[in-house]
């Protein structure tokens, strides 16, 4: 049965820092693994989506990188920014039957 | 791009009553819809995913007398939150499955449902 850990459960940085979000999955049959944005109370937005045959993703800002035999991926956030925070989730979806299981996310708040 | 819809956004009710939730793909075929739950300050958790004219599958420990789900057609599915009762409270979200341009199938999320039971 696949498990999701994210690493930290939450964090405070302050502006401008670059930080690293951790991803770590138990099943590396995956098909895909996909990072979210949440802000409270509202829906998911798509970050990155990785295919397992690739290695890494970059959007602006935002990198993502896989590595499928070692079980992980991490979230790269370059220069961070007071409207980053929200909680982020990583996201893995199997092969097969392409069944997504999510981490418990990670908090961030970015102070100005 | 992929558009997932749902509707209500947002719905109150008795305890007691039924709260029917859609999920529309507006602008594509989905082979396949999963819907999950999401209680607050947690993450989300797979109830069940449901094929086009087939029964859904339910994951442990969800009831499926409880949530039913109707999967009718290639862009609807809904989901029926029977007998609600106040711990039926929680934040439900659909996806949509599509296999896109390249062979990658890919889920698109909907924008979620917010029930509360009163």
């Known amino acids: 049965k696949q498990e999701v850990t994210q690493i930290p459960a939450a964090l405070s940085v302050p502006e401008g820092e670059n930080l690293v979000l951790n991803c770590s999955f138990t099943?590396?049959?995956?098909?895909?693994l996909q990072w979210f944005r949440q802000d409270p109370g509202k829906g998911l937005t798509s970050l990155l989506l990785?295919?397992?045959?690739?290695r890494e993703q970059t959007s602006g800002r935002l990198n993502a990188s896989l590595d499928k035999s070692s079980g992980r991926s991490t979230l790269y956030i370059a220069a961070s920014q007071p409207g980053d925070s929200a909680t982020y989730l990583c996201a893995v979806s199997s092969t097969g039957g392409f069944k997504t299981i999510f981490g418990a996310g990670t908090r961030l708040f970015v102070k100005a | 791009g992929a558009v997932v819809s749902q509707h209500p956004s947002r719905v109150i009710c008795k305890s007691g009553t039924s709260v029917k939730i859609e999920c529309r793909s507006l602008?594509?075929?989905?082979?396949?819809m999963f819907w999950y739950r999401q209680f607050p300050k947690k993450s989300l958790m797979l109830m069940a995913t449901?094929?086009?004219?087939?029964?859904?599958?339910?994951e442990q420990g969800v009831e499926k007398d409880k949530f039913l789900i109707n999967h009718a057609s290639l862009t609807l599915s809904t989901l029926t939150v029977t007998s609600a009762h106040p711990e039926d409270s929680s934040f439900y979200i659909c996806?949509?499955?599509?296999?896109?341009?390249?062979?990658?199938?890919?889920?698109?999320f909907g924008p979620g449902t917010r029930l509360t039971v009163l």
């Open positions: 996806s949509a499955r599509t296999r896109l341009a390249g062979g990658y199938n890919e889920q698109f």
């Open positions: 602008d594509f075929q989905a082979t396949t």
């Open positions: 449901s094929n086009e004219g087939s029964k859904a599958t339910y």
């Open positions: 099943d590396s049959a995956i098909y895909n």
């Open positions: 990785i295919q397992s045959s690739q």
